[in-house]
């Protein structure tokens, strides 16, 4: 799947899923603004695409402000000569139950994930029309039949995949495709859940068919390479797992 002559945006390109999706872009042609809030991750992730002999752009952004979002978005445009792909997949984890969660910790999950998500989109808009694709990181979480500890985050969620249909239907006419991925992949994050609920893990990964968490490049990344091609061109509005099969999306 080709993405030559495209240029793409991935929020919290850092490490991890957005790492992953940064180099898996790059790796199909595209051009990558590489956007997380520590530079210095974000130069690393750059520095393995050039590397490998793509072109990329560290941008220090923190998704939670709406003039480091504009400023970012400037940036890549002033860089590349327009913009084709969007990846919103930076995000702070509002996890606990309920009466855990606080006010401060939902309301970063709300400003990191929905608010940035629709901030980016709108900024991105007028770039992306004609020839655009969007791809909103959302999450199996609010797919789980006992959310204990997982509301206020599948909350955030949620609102990211309402957001990414409404996209979709308003926008289509315009030449801009938006969808969300639902992944499960081995990121510093995911890690970070085992070790700390090693009992859960354990059993969560027996109820994955194909018996293993996805790999951030090959499994997440490669499969958002394909979504933003032309081999997805009828593709829109959908929330799709890249689960090995682990939830039921509806």
């Given at each position: 799947?080709?993405?030559?002559?495209?240029?793409?945006?991935?929020?919290?390109a850092g490490q991890?899923?957005?790492?992953?999706i940064?180099?898996?872009?790059?790796?199909?042609g595209?051009?990558?603004?590489?956007?997380?809030?520590?530079l210095?991750?974000?130069?690393?992730?750059?520095r393995?695409?050039?590397?490998?002999?793509?072109?990329?752009?560290?941008?220090?952004?923190?998704?939670?402000?709406?003039?480091?979002?504009?400023r970012s978005?400037?940036?890549?445009?002033?860089?590349?000569g327009?913009?084709?792909i969007l990846?919103?997949?930076?995000?702070e984890?509002p996890?606990g139950?309920?009466?855990?969660?606080?006010?401060?910790?939902?309301?970063?999950?709300l400003?990191?994930?929905?608010?940035?998500?629709?901030?980016?989109?709108?900024?991105?808009?007028?770039?992306l029309?004609?020839?655009?694709?969007?791809?909103n990181?959302?999450?199996?979480s609010?797919?789980?039949?006992?959310?204990?500890?997982?509301?206020a985050?599948?909350?955030?969620?949620?609102?990211?995949r309402?957001?990414?249909?409404?996209a979709?239907?308003e926008?289509?006419?315009?030449g801009?495709r938006t969808n969300a991925?639902?992944?499960?992949?081995?990121?510093?994050?995911?890690?970070?859940?085992?070790e700390?609920?090693?009992?859960?893990?354990?059993?969560?990964?027996?109820?994955?068919?194909?018996?293993?968490?996805?790999?951030?490049?090959?499994?997440?990344g490669?499969?958002?390479?394909?979504l933003c091609?032309?081999?997805?061109s009828?593709?829109?509005?959908?929330?799709?797992?890249?689960?090995?099969?682990?939830?039921?999306?509806?």
């Amino acid at each position: 799947m080709s993405l030559q002559g495209k240029s793409a945006i991935v929020t919290g390109a850092g490490q991890g899923v957005g790492q992953g999706i940064a180099l898996a872009l790059a790796a199909a042609g595209a051009q990558v603004a590489v956007a997380g809030r520590t530079l210095a991750k974000v130069e690393a992730t750059c520095r393995q695409i050039e590397a490998r002999g793509g072109r990329a752009l560290a941008l220090e952004c923190d998704v939670k402000s709406a003039s480091s979002l504009e400023r970012s978005v400037t940036a890549a445009v002033a860089a590349f000569g327009g913009l084709n792909i969007l990846v919103n997949n930076a995000q702070e984890v509002p996890l606990g139950t309920l009466l855990q969660v606080s006010d401060e910790s939902f309301q970063a999950g709300l400003e990191s994930g929905p608010l940035a998500v629709m901030r980016m989109m709108k900024l991105c808009y007028p770039h992306l029309k004609g020839d655009g694709c969007i791809v909103n990181l959302a999450s199996s979480s609010a797919r789980r039949w006992d959310m204990t500890g997982y509301g206020a985050y599948a909350a955030t969620k949620e609102a990211i995949r309402a957001l990414t249909r409404a996209a979709a239907c308003e926008w289509g006419r315009d030449g801009i495709r938006t969808n969300a991925i639902l992944p499960l992949a081995s990121s510093p994050g995911m890690a970070w859940w085992m070790e700390h609920n090693a009992a859960e893990a354990a059993q969560f990964l027996d109820t994955i068919p194909l018996g293993r968490v996805g790999d951030c490049e090959r499994d997440i990344g490669d499969f958002v390479v394909q979504l933003c091609s032309d081999a997805c061109s009828y593709i829109n509005g959908q929330s799709i797992g890249v689960d090995g099969g682990q939830a039921l999306i509806a």
